[in-house]
């Protein structure tokens, strides 16, 4: 069945650098692609999607790119804040359910 | 504002009560799915509901049950609580599958002693 693996963490970072978390998917037909980021104590919501190969999504600063060669929707941001401190989770939806990979914790320090 | 909510947000409970978990979102949404959320396992689905008197098994749906009679409330019932269903617990709704994005209540964590 479809399926996404993403990048294990923990991950920490210093403020300003670069930030990439690998995701990989497994889907039959053609799926879209999800960032979902959840802060401390609240429920996921949307960062980013894209809904077919080559689609790039964007949103406060962070970018994926819809792969389908390579099966992949890399999460990237140049310039990581504090604030953007969260558990990130790459998903897609094909024509049923949407599938979440694992999860990775992201911290940022000042 | 539309939104969804779960109540209640922290329950603690004994092993083999019944237990319900309320969801209530007013987006109108068709598109209704519980969620819940473990360490290391990410989200898993338990239930979903496309509409009403629409319910569907999910990946982890082995003593859950759920009821869809209106639009707005899906609620989430463990008949027999096991401590290996302490988790948190997360609802959500979606406009439609594919594409659409789901949106999500704050959670409820459950305790099952």
């Known amino acids: 069945g479809d399926s996404v693996t993403q990048m294990e963490g923990p991950v920490t970072l210093s403020e300003e650098a670069f930030l990439t978390i690998n995701c990989t998917y497994t889907?039959?037909?053609?799926?879209?692609l999800f960032w979902y980021v959840q802060y401390p104590g609240e429920g996921l919501q949307l960062l980013l999607k894209?809904?077919?190969?080559?689609d790039k999504g964007s949103n406060k600063g962070f970018e994926a790119t819809y792969r389908k060669e390579t099966t992949s929707f890399h999460l990237e941001k140049g310039s990581v804040q504090v604030s953007d401190s969260a558990v990130y989770f790459c998903a897609l939806s094909g024509s049923n359910d949407m599938r979440f990979g694992a999860g990775t914790r992201l911290t940022v320090k000042p | 504002d539309a939104e969804i909510t779960q109540s209640p947000r922290h329950k603690i409970t004994e092993t083999g009560r019944q237990v319900t978990l309320a969801c209530h979102q007013t987006?109108?949404?068709?598109?209704m799915f519980w969620y819940r959320q473990d360490l290391g396992h990410g989200l898993r689905l338990i239930h979903y509901?496309?509409?009403?008197?629409?319910?569907n098994k999910g990946e982890v749906s082995d003593g859950y049950s759920v009821s869809r009679s209106n639009t707005e409330d899906l609620p989430l019932t463990l008949e027999s609580a096991a401590s290996s269903q302490t988790s948190v617990y997360f609802c959500a709704s979606s406009r439609g599958t594919g594409g659409f994005e789901q949106y999500f209540g704050p959670g409820t964590r459950l305790t099952v002693t």
């Open positions: 509901s496309y509409g009403v008197h629409d319910t």
């Open positions: 894209a809904t077919k190969a080559d």
């Open positions: 987006w109108n949404h068709n598109n």
């Open positions: 889907a039959t037909g053609y799926p879209s």
